[in-house]
């Protein structure tokens, strides 16, 4: 930062305070800083490297998203990147297809989900932050906070070259991603990793409806396609981690070819089996952790390093930006961060204001599936009413929980046609049993407060410290 100078202190040089350190810039911490920055913030923002991303995830944006972009002035970072409109997905289940479309009537026509290269955006991203003269982006690694008397100050980290660094603010955002090393500081994590996502790319092929996704609910394995360029499409195939085949020996290039090739859609298959041979497969967890905040004085916890839902919703970009629009609009009437505790106190509301449903953790049974693309087909406000949700235009947890009941039900009553027999009844009981194992323990972690009921949360309430009076 061209104001800041360095002191050193014992084999450490002391970065002087800035207002804000941003730790990560990915989609959340470059656009957090950005929006900070716009509002005069001084900021500094670490990044351990600032390379453009190569990831297999992050790659869908939703229209809910989309609209988050929009507010944050950021709308033209999906431009000039090859990015593909995104109107919503075809559901296919034994050879049928249900398309679900995102509710977009009401909106402008730019208004749509955004599918590209998470690398591209990102970088994007990273060059509208750093157009900010008060907005400083560092390469370095933070290797952790610095606490004083349960505040933290700051942060120790080490800059490229080397050197031992610290950085101190009044306030310290980290952002770093579902990999973060600073979690367990600021929240009581339990993350679960129920399957892994083997993704790669196809070439010279094109999805059966343009401009919309393809999800095969398949057996063993579901499969997620979707363009990300005008020339490429993503395919992701979601493996359990207890079937996770090797790819160094051979065996995920077998299980794809003899287990999952059978089940793509026809008019990809050869796309398919081209891009196996290429041998560019690669693997990442798809790990799901509820939000358990552990919030402590001084710091601020955002993004998939706070709060992760199954990839396979697409809707962690929608949140992460939904976040980035909480925080600042939250930050804005504050213009002195010097009092952490009741900074802290006051930011609580982040996190009863930012609840929003993830997926469940659980293996979708045959039965849940065959619900689900059958309640997708009845069309009308049930459709539009769950593409809605998972589009990030309705993020109401009282609307998914409906849906899920009614989807329930719906599979209930599906069971038991044409006359309910004993064994019916026990296969409508034991998926009742298996919708209730995803929904509740969920609303239990998350918090029932939280969710149904915030306007009795306390925390709703927060006024800014030196604003009494005045309800955020």
């Given at each position: 930062?061209e ?14 305070t ?7 810039a990915?989609?959340a911490g ?9 509002d ?26 989309y609209?988050?972009?929009i507010?944050l ?9 090859d ?9 296919y ?18 208004v ?9 955006f990102?970088?994007k ?19 952790s ?12 980290y ?20 579902c990999?973060?090393?600073l979690?367990?500081?600021l ?14 790319r ?18 063993p ?19 359990p ?40 497969i ?9 939000a358990?905040?552990?919030p402590i ?14 990839a396979l919703?697409?809707?962690?970009m929608?949140?992460?930006?939904s ?15 010097s ?18 449903f ?22 009308g ?14 993020p ?7 849906h899920f ?11 038991l ?14 998926l ?7 929904l ?19 925390a ?13």
């Amino acid at each position: 930062m061209e104001e800041n100078c360095v002191n050193k202190h014992g084999n450490r040089e002391a970065v002087e305070t800035t207002d804000i350190i941003i730790v990560g810039a990915g989609v959340a911490g470059a656009a957090l800083a950005y929006s900070l920055g716009k509002d005069g913030r001084r900021v500094h923002v670490i990044e351990r490297d600032m390379n453009a991303p190569r990831r297999i995830a992050g790659e869908n944006l939703m229209p809910g998203g989309y609209l988050k972009l929009i507010e944050l002035g950021l709308e033209d970072c999906v431009d000039e990147i090859d990015a593909q409109r995104f109107l919503g997905y075809v559901l296919y289940k034994d050879g049928n297809g249900v398309t679900v479309s995102f509710p977009l009537d009401k909106f402008q026509s730019d208004v749509a989900g955004r599918s590209f290269h998470n690398g591209r955006f990102v970088q994007k991203l990273r060059d509208k932050a750093a157009s900010l003269h008060n907005v400083s982006l560092e390469q370095g690694t933070v290797t952790s906070l610095i606490e004083d008397n349960g505040t933290v100050k700051g942060v120790h980290y080490k800059d490229k070259t080397g050197r031992l660094l610290t950085a101190r603010a009044p306030l310290t955002v980290v952002c770093d991603g579902c990999f973060s090393n600073l979690r367990r500081s600021l929240t009581n994590p339990e993350v679960d990793v129920p399957s892994y996502f083997v993704g790669f790319r196809l070439t010279d092929c094109k999805l059966p409806k343009e401009n919309y996704g393809a999800v095969i609910l398949a057996d063993p394995s579901p499969i997620l396609l979707y363009t990300i360029s005008s020339t490429e499409v993503r395919c992701m195939v979601d493996i359990p981690c207890r079937n996770l085949p090797s790819v160094s020996d051979g065996e995920m290039a077998h299980y794809l070819r003899t287990l999952v090739a059978p089940k793509v859609l026809p008019e990809l298959h050869t796309a398919f089996m081209s891009a196996i041979e290429k041998d560019n497969i690669r693997v990442v967890p798809n790990k799901i952790m509820a939000a358990a905040p552990n919030p402590i004085p001084g710091a601020l916890l955002i993004g998939d390093a706070f709060n992760m839902r199954h990839a396979l919703t697409g809707g962690r970009m929608t949140v992460a930006l939904s976040d980035v629009v909480l925080v600042r609009d939250l930050l804005r009437p504050l213009r002195d961060l010097s009092d952490p505790y009741a900074i802290s106190k006051y930011l609580e509301s982040f996190y009863t204001l930012r609840k929003v449903f993830r997926a469940s953790s659980d293996p979708t049974m045959e039965d849940m599936q065959q619900a689900y693309f059958g309640y997708l087909g009845l069309g009308g406000a049930l459709s539009n009413g769950v593409s809605a949700l998972l589009s990030g235009l309705c993020p109401r947890p009282l609307s998914l929980a409906f849906h899920f009941v009614a989807m329930a039900i719906y599979g209930v009553g599906r069971l038991l046609l044409p006359f309910p027999s004993p064994k019916r009844l026990w296969n409508g009981a034991k998926l009742l049993w298996v919708a209730s194992s995803i929904l509740l323990p969920f609303i239990w972690s998350e918090g029932v407060r939280q969710m149904f009921f915030p306007l009795t949360v306390p925390a709703y309430y927060r006024t800014p410290p030196g604003n009494k009076g005045i309800k955020v």
